[in-house]
């Protein structure tokens, strides 16, 4: 109302100025000036008056879970009885429902639906089974909206969340697996949990019982036996009683390699040296062994804890591409001398007394994967009292209030090969942190080690960017240092059961290093690009997971509907009461004398 009140204090106060005691002619003035600022306001013209609602279904995969299509049914049943309009679903896209339409969407996004509602005006009946992956997105639903929740049925059902595994190993070792499983609405009974190298069983553990809604993370040991060459690594979670078994599975692709791509050698192990492995093993993907110093002369490998003699150590870093040496780096003698590969050295600060504050990140080779790091969320670091010199400083450290800085990272060439010297600890508290201290941890040493094994180029021109890939999740590509000047890569990719070739074009633009391409159908992918191979494996959907419901049923929505009340310029009748009301105004002053 408010815009009707401007418009009617306008329109009587100019006619109230041109007309003070002509009362007759000033009333259709103030009529004609009162219904132009109204339309120009877009006044309402009449009461609001409800809208029937329009009603969307859940089409994801989710529905499917129980093992056959009764509660879709009852849901589309449920949605049929709500409106004699046809249906919106909604998941990966908001669309209309076709005759007989399916629950396949590998995701469940409701935002989009939201302000397909706010455009129409209207409030939204929406149906689902309580899984939706933006529950925040529900306050922007029109007033009036409602959600109606069809709850999956108790079921005993555990499905593999997460697999944490390296993306490279060396033939003949032993890898750390870390495997996550989660239960459904009721408790699990005991299982067994096994590990599978391109079909073939590699090691199984018994699973403990896991009781409703839990998850349990379990670290699992095993020895990587098969061919040299790019494989899928699965892990399968078997229980008694399983509804679902489509999630019992997650596979990641593994290069098998037949000699270390890196070694590293700790003759003082701490948590830094833990802390660095990962990121070693994840973010580079490069074949890694590691050796750990646990007594004078006494040497263990990394995973089985085999004990390794000193001899077998000092040549693995000798004929190692890229090197790491952590502790006391004239440990095998001159390092320079007594490797061959690039060569990263990490100095261990035995100053304890003051701390030290990672503060900027020079110019340097790295510095573009530094660029967007907060400082001043990182945690303190002990720094070596001498700092290391090199071609070009990485990372300048500071005292807690003081002017004192100094270089903590450095890097160059020396001898045709690649050396970076790191004299700092205590930074593995950044990824102990979690969150942005975390990714300023990865970026750091990940930026390091991409440096130091530029110098080993991959003969593939790309390669697939992450470890679990999922249906509904875009395909990230990591371009291969060998088409480093290569904007354009083309991938094949052919289905494993199938005879049909595919292809899709890699766009690495402005520098990149990973391009993104669509989501994919579920599947093995065998992979092809100029340089060599690769596989792709492609999970069934999040849908299939079990899950909580994130929602609960009853009224939604508090924003205001657009296009829910009249608007005085859908009215023809305005524009011929203004004409009406200005040409009875002329005449009447042409009748009185007026101009």
């Not at 409106?83 to 935002?111: H, Q």
């Not at 391109?198 to 409703?212: A, F, H, K, W």
């Not at 080779?365 to 660029?371: H, T």
């Not at 990719?493 to 989501?519: N, Y």
């Amino acid at each position: 109302m408010l815009s009707w009140l401007i418009a009617l204090v306008f329109g009587a106060g100019i006619a109230a100025w041109l007309y003070p005691k002509r009362w007759l002619l000033g009333a259709l003035r103030a009529v004609a000036i009162a219904l132009g600022v109204a339309l120009l306001l877009d006044a309402p013209a009449g009461p609001r008056h409800p809208l029937p609602p329009l009603v969307a279904l859940d089409a994801s995969e989710s529905w499917t879970r129980d093992g056959d299509s009764a509660l879709w049914r009852e849901a589309r049943r449920e949605a049929n009885a709500l409106t004699p309009d046809s249906v919106l679903l909604f998941g990966d896209s908001v669309r209309r429902a076709p005759r007989t339409p399916a629950a396949a969407d590998v995701s469940t996004r409701a935002r989009a639906l939201a302000e397909r509602a706010l455009g129409a005006g209207r409030p939204l009946d929406l149906i689902t089974d309580g899984e939706l992956d933006d529950p925040a997105a529900l306050p922007g639903f029109p007033a009036g909206s409602r959600i109606v929740v069809l709850p999956h049925p108790a079921a005993r059902d555990v499905g593999i969340v997460a697999l944490d595994a390296p993306r490279a190993a060396v033939s003949g070792d032993t890898v750390e697996l870390r495997v996550t499983v989660r239960a459904d609405s009721l408790a699990t009974p005991s299982g067994e949990l096994r590990i599978l190298l391109g079909g073939r069983v590699l090691t199984s553990v018994p699973l403990d019982s896991i009781p409703e809604r839990a998850e349990r993370s379990v670290t699992v040991r095993a020895p990587i036996a098969g061919p040299v060459g790019p494989s899928v690594l699965d892990a399968v979670v078997s229980v008694s009683g399983d509804r679902e078994p489509r999630n019992d599975t997650l596979g990641v692709a593994v290069d098998v390699a037949r000699a270390a791509g890196a070694v590293l050698a700790s003759t003082s192990p701490d948590f830094d040296a833990r802390f660095v492995l990962p990121v070693l093993r994840g973010a580079v993907a490069l074949p890694t062994r590691a050796y750990y110093r646990v007594a004078p002369g006494q040497w263990r490998q990394d995973g089985s804890l085999a004990p390794v003699d000193e001899r077998t150590v000092k040549g693995a870093m000798h004929d190692a591409p890229l090197a790491i040496l952590h502790g006391d780096t004239s440990y095998f003698g001159p390092p320079r001398t007594a490797m061959t590969g690039s060569l990263a050295l990490i100095v261990p600060s035995g100053d304890t007394t003051g701390e030290w504050y990672a503060v900027d990140a020079p110019p340097s080779p790295i510095a573009g994967a530094l660029a967007g790091i907060v400082w001043d969320s990182l945690a303190p670091i002990s720094v070596s009292p001498r700092a290391p010199t090199g071609e070009w400083d990485a990372l300048t450290v500071a005292r807690a209030r003081q002017y004192d800085r100094r270089s903590a990272v450095a890097g160059g060439s020396a001898g045709g090969r690649r050396v970076v010297v790191v004299s700092a600890s205590g930074l593995w508290r950044w990824q102990f942190r979690g969150g942005a201290s975390a990714d300023a941890f990865v970026a750091l040493w990940g930026s390091i080690f991409d440096w130091l094994s530029a110098e080993r180029p991959d003969p593939r021109a790309a390669m697939p960017a992450e470890g679990v890939v999922r249906a509904g999740d875009p395909v990230r590509w990591r371009r291969g240092t060998s088409a480093a000047k290569d904007s354009l890569v083309r991938v094949v990719l052919r289905r494993r059961g199938t005879a049909r070739d595919d292809s899709v074009t890699l766009r690495f633009g402005g520098g990149a290093t990973v391009a993104q391409t669509d989501p994919m159908a579920p599947g093995v992918y065998d992979v092809r690009v100029t340089g060599g191979a690769a596989v792709l494996v492609v999970n069934p959907s999040r849908e299939l997971l079990p899950r909580a419901s994130t929602v609960k049923a009853g009224a939604v929505g508090g924003a205001t509907a657009f296009g829910d009340q009249p608007r005085l310029r859908d009215r023809w009748w305005s524009y011929v009461l203004l004409i009406v009301a200005l040409c009875a105004e002329w005449l009447l002053r042409r009748k009185r004398g007026l101009r």
